[in-house]
């Protein structure tokens, strides 16, 4: 008489140690490695919503007007008429190069407010200059610039002429 066979148990959790298991899957690999990703994008995120929203905004914001980010309106112009001056502070040859000449100008103004921004050749002055610029030159050219001043909505400009100051060249 025959023995009558069993068929072949599939329940995984009667498989022993030394039956073969088939190789890992996608899916299994998946859920903890998705996993790790989000927690990273979580964490990054976390981050850099704390790190940014404690810094100030700068700029526009979408609720704000680009009027609204000036407070102080421009001061009014003022009844006096703006004029500039200006004045040689001390010039002379190089101490290198006695071809060479230099000349430090000074610009003042009156008038405006009596608050006044300089130029020369349409270039804003330093605000820790006292006003004033170095020119140079050779020989004996004569060196021209633009100056101007801008005071209290008002604004003035004069054309300079900078004549050398070494002994051998002529003065008009």
Not at 63 to 71: C, R
Not at 89 to 104: D, H, I, K, L, Q
Not at 105 to 130: C, H, K, M
């Amino acid at each position: 008489m025959s023995t009558p066979s069993t068929p072949p148990n599939n329940d995984p959790a009667l498989k022993t140690a030394d039956t073969p298991e088939s190789p890992p899957t996608a899916n299994s690999t998946f859920s903890w490695r998705t996993a790790l990703v989000a927690v990273i994008v979580v964490i990054i995120l976390g981050g850099a919503f704390l790190l940014l929203g404690g810094m100030p905004q700068t700029g526009l914001s979408s609720k704000s007007k680009a009027a609204d980010v000036f407070t102080q309106s421009i001061l009014p112009a003022s009844d006096q008429p703006l004029t500039l001056q200006w004045r040689v502070v001390t010039a002379g040859p190089s101490p290198f190069n006695s071809n060479v000449w230099t000349a430090r100008l000074e610009l003042s103004a009156t008038g405006g407010n009596g608050q006044y921004i300089f130029w020369v050749n349409n270039q804003r002055l330093p605000d820790i200059s006292p006003n004033q610029f170095t020119i140079d030159s050779s020989a004996c050219d004569i060196v021209g610039q633009i100056v101007g001043v801008t005071s209290a909505g008002q604004a003035a400009t004069q054309a300079l002429a900078v004549h050398s100051p070494l002994p051998n060249c002529s003065t008009p």
